[in-house]
Each structure stands twice: as structure tokens, then as C-alpha cells.
């Protein structure tokens, strides 16, 4: 494998087979890698990390199987950084501090550290982790580690075997004192599950040997343990109470396995783990809870057919929530909801959660027209909230209400009844006038129609009697003379002299002529 930079060889493993520690910088923005094998033989591999960085500053520090603090994160020239293993591990190979220097071309002044996980070692914290030689990698064949851990006098070391994977020719083995001729606590090959061991004493020794032979034999994954010191009695310690609450416990003994539970009063809610667990190692699973008085209402929901607008997400006292209904709905309720604290008790909210209801299910029908009157912007159904005016007609006067609002319910009504026109005062006046000059009219006819109708009688009167005096006459004429044909003029009721001179006899002839 050969490494290129701006056509400069930095690397090649055909002419050294040593990587260099501190890694490889190259003089450009490129950088090319060739990789070629040999067919003759093989190779575990190679594992290749790269990094961009900004001229000028150093490249940014990587530390496997640990962290790092720095005070400079983009690592310009003076920055420091500081190295720290994860537990079970341990510096070697570098500083635990290193520093970016060179203004002109910075660099760092030390190569970062590895965190190898030890075989071995005197360990004195009140808790901590071991792991096998080279973890997380394979540990190596033939190894001989032993591991002494010490805590207070007056304690005792609490052991939790979280992974044991070995072959079935490495063994571990715990002892029960500071040497490994002490008592045996547990001693295990090959796999096995969890495991759970104290010491009778303030210390704990470790013995792990891998077989030589292991190319051969095969190795395992390896191991993890865990400790803490504990108790030297067989029972957790008792726990105290807490304020505006309380606990209950599942055994009278605080045994293993035995539980404490806390609740709050009303109004207050429980901040951290409510039950808590004693421990094989006498422990509990987590300190003791707090009540806080609760400051904040729970959500009221979602509304269908409508938006809302909150005011804190987080619900605190104060807390507003604004619904609107979607167009075609109506909010039967508050629009308005504001999350209030009370003296005792949760917070709750000053309304219910409104509902958004159709429309026309809400409508008011129309009420109709008053008599004599009638209604400005005539509609077939009214919305809660909308007015309905009314008017009479000229000499009328209105009685009720002018303008009545359709009220929201269930179903919704009108805030009053329909008014009523009633005649005003004028007008029943100028109608008592009319009617006044309506009889003097009609008296007034009457005289005339006498004054003509007396006259029309007289005259009646007399074409009457002059008939029936006709009539007797022709009736007496005709008993004189009943051989007497009717002549062409007998109708003729006057006198006339004749000059036609057929006639002319020289004789008068009287005619008598009836009528």
C-alpha cells in the first residue's frame, strides 16, 4: 500500500512496514491511496481513519475507547486538550494533555494517547469496571493478569459478571481476600450467563489466565466485570420520607428484592423513579423521588372541524388555548380556555372543551312577517349570533322588540317573540274622519234622493192613473160599438184635420178616438 500527496509519496509499505504513530498529513487537499496485494500470501488487513481540516489550525484529536476536553473547538494554535479513558481502560502510549503550536504551520506537540483496557492493576474507587486485555479487541494467547481491588474498611465489594465469554482453555478466577490464596468465591471456563458474588471482606482479587496455546485452540470474545462496594449488613438502608407525600414498602425487612414505592398528594407530581428496588449489592435502584407541586394542566384535546392557537406548549399555569371552527361549523362553548391553579388539587382549565356543530343544525328558521309589517334582509335560516330586524308600514307603529338575535342552543331559539304593528293614533283619528264625512255624504245623498225621488212618485201618480182612465175608456168602446173593426189610426189620440183631398167630401165627420 503507498500513500500520495500533490504526487509526493508519504507512505509505503513495500519500503517500511511500520505505520507511523502520529498518522500522516498530507500537503494538499488531495491525498491518493494505492492498495495492491500479493498473490502468494494474506494479510489480516488495514484500517484507515481520514480527517479534513482548515489551515491554519490543528486537526481535530481522536483517542479510541475514550473523550476528550478541549478549549478551543476549531483547535487554532494555543488549544489544549485533555484525554480520558472509559472505564476499564487506561492511558498509555501519549500524554494525557497535548497543545496545537507553530503559528506558522500549527501542529499538535505530542501524538494522541490509546486507552488500552490493562491486564491488571490495583484498583481503590468505590466503583469501576474490568475488562479483558486489548477490550474490545481479542485479548492475546498466554496472558497472566490479576486484578486487586480494595474499598473502605468498613464495606464490602459487590461483583456483577455482566459477559463471560472465554474458550474452554482460559479460566477466571474471583478470591475472596487481597491474595489469590484466599477463598474461591467463583472459578469459570468457556461461557456462561450473569453472575452475582460479594466479598466478605473490604477486598477482591481477579485472576485471569488465557491458554498459550490459543492460535491453536481458539480464543473467546472476553469478559466484563463490574463492581461497587457495599454494605456490610444483609438489608438495604431505610429511606426517608418525602414532603406533601408518602411510601409504602413490600416487606417489613428491607431485604433484597424488598420495594419502597412514593406517591404525592394532590396536586403535587412525583419527580424521579417512583418505586425504588434494594439491590443484591444493598443498594437501591435510584435515590428517593421529590413531590413538585404540578404547574401545568394537562392538554384538553384536539377539536374536530376546528384549528387551535396555544399560547406555551408546555401547558404552564396561564396557558391559553384559542379554537376556531372550520367554515360551514359553529363553537358550541368557550372559544377561550386558560389553564388556572388552585389552591389544592391540580390546575385546571376555567371551560370545557367546546365542539364545533354544523350550521345549519344551529339555525334559527325564520319567525315570519308581523302583520302589517315586514322584516329588512329576509333569510330562510339564521346563524346564532345574527340579528333579524323589523318594520312597519306607514301609520303603524311597531310593539316588542325591533331587532331579536338568534340565541345558540340546542335547539337555538330567538331572544324574543315576533312584534306586533299596531295602528297608530293618527291614523285611527284620520279613520274616525273619514268615516265622519262618509256619513254626512251620504245623509247629504239622502235629501237629494228625496228632493228627486217625490217628483219621480207625483209623476208616477198620474202616468198611472192616466192609464187605468184609458183603459176603462176603451173597454167602454168597445161594448158600443162591437162590430167596429180596429182602424189603422185608431191608436191616434188627438184631434187632426185631414188635407189630403181623397177626403174631401164636402162633409165633417167627427171620429172618436180612444186612448
Known amino acids: ?292 407541586k404540578i404547574m401545568y394542566c394537562t392538554d384538553p384535546g384536539e377539536v374536530e372541524h376546528s384549528s387551535r392557537l396555544i399560547s406555551d406548549p408546555v401547558l404552564l399555569v396561564g396557558t391559553t388555548i384559542q379554537y376556531t371552527c372550520n367554515t360551514g361549523f359553529v363553537l358550541e362553548g368557550s372559544s377561550l380556555l386558560t389553564c388556572y391553579s388552585r389552591e389544592t388539587g391540580t390546575p385546571i382549565w376555567t371551560s370545557r372543551i367546546p365542539h364545533c356543530v354544523s350550521e345549519e343544525s344551529l339555525a334559527c328558521d325564520n319567525p315570519g312577517l308581523p302583520e302589517n309589517g315586514y322584516q329588512i334582509l329576509y333569510k330562510r335560516l339564521y346563524l346564532p349570533g345574527e340579528s333579524l330586524k323589523f318594520v312597519c308600514y306607514e301609520g303603524f307603529e311597531l310593539m316588542g322588540e325591533v331587532e331579536i338575535e338568534c340565541i345558540l342552543g340546542q335547539p337555538s331559539q330567538w331572544s324574543g317573540p315576533l312584534p306586533i304593528c299596531k295602528a297608530t293614533q293618527d291614523r285611527f283619528e284620520h279613520a274616525l274622519q273619514v268615516a265622519e264625512a262618509a256619513a254626512e255624504t251620504s245623509l247629504e245623498g239622502g235629501n237629494m234622493a228625496l228632493a228627486i225621488f217625490i217628483p219621480v212618485v207625483i209623476i208616477s201618480v198620474l202616468l198611472g192613473g192616466a192609464y187605468i182612465y184609458i183603459t176603462r175608456c176603451r173597454y167602454y168602446s168597445s161594448l158600443r160599438l162591437p162590430l167596429m173593426y180596429s182602424h189603422p189610426y185608431s191608436q191616434i189620440t188627438v184631434e187632426t184635420e185631414f188635407d189630403n183631398p181623397i177626403y174631401e167630401t164636402g162633409e165633417t165627420r167627427e171620429y172618436e178616438v180612444s186612448i
Request: hydrophobic share 30%.
Open 1 to 292: 500500500m503507498a500513500v500520495y500527496s500533490s504526487g509526493k509519496i508519504l507512505f509505503d509499505s513495500a519500503k517500511t512496514e511500520t505505520v507511523p504513530f502520529e498518522g500522516l498529513i498530507s500537503e494538499g487537499s488531495c491525498i491518493r491511496i494505492e492498495f495492491s496485494t500479493d498473490e502468494s500470501k494474506t494479510a489480516p488487513g488495514f484500517n484507515i481513519r481520514f480527517e479534513a481540516f482548515e489551515r491554519g489550525h490543528c486537526y481535530e484529536p481522536y483517542i479510541q475507547n475514550g473523550n476528550f476536553t478541549t478549549t478551543d473547538p476549531t483547535y487554532s494554535m494555543g488549544t489544549v486538550v485533555e484525554f480520558s479513558c472509559d472505564p476499564g481502560h487506561s492511558l498509555e502510549q501519549g500524554p494525557a494533555i497535548i497543545e496545537c503550536i507553530n503559528m506558522k504551520d500549527p501542529y499538535w506537540n505530542d501524538t494522541e494517547p490509546l486507552c488500552r483496557a490493562m491486564c491488571g492493576g490495583e484498583l481503590s474507587t468505590p466503583a469501576g469496571v474490568i475488562l479483558s486485555p486489548n477490550w474490545p479487541d481479542l485479548y492475546t494467547e498466554g496472558e497472566d493478569c490479576i486484578w486487586r481491588i480494595h474499598v473502605g474498611d468498613d464495606r464490602r465489594i459487590f461483583l456483577d459478571i455482566q459477559l463471560l465469554n472465554l474458550s474452554n482453555n482460559d479460566i477466571l478466577t474471583i478470591y475472596d481476600g487481597d491474595e489469590i490464596t484466599s477463598k474461591i468465591l467463583g472459578q469459570f471456563v468457556g461461557s456462561s450467563g450473569p453472575q452475582k458474588l460479594y466479598s466478605s471482606s473490604p477486598d477482591l482479587s481477579i485472576q485471569f489466565h488465557s491458554d498459550p496455546a490459543g492460535m491453536i485452540f481458539g480464543k473467546g470474545q472476553g469478559f466484563i466485570l463490574n463492581y461497587i462496594e457495599v454494605s456490610r449488613n444483609d438489608s438495604c438502608s431505610d429511606l426517608p420520607e418525602i414532603q406533601n407525600g408518602w411510601k409504602t414498602t413490600s416487606h417489613t425487612d428491607l431485604v433484597r428484592g424488598a420495594k419502597i414505592t412514593y406517591q404525592c398528594d394532590p396536586g403535587y407530581d412525583i419527580v424521579g423513579s417512583e418505586t425504588l428496588t434494594c439491590q443484591w449489592d444493598l443498594s437501591w435502584s435510584s435515590d428517593p423521588p421529590f413531590c413538585e
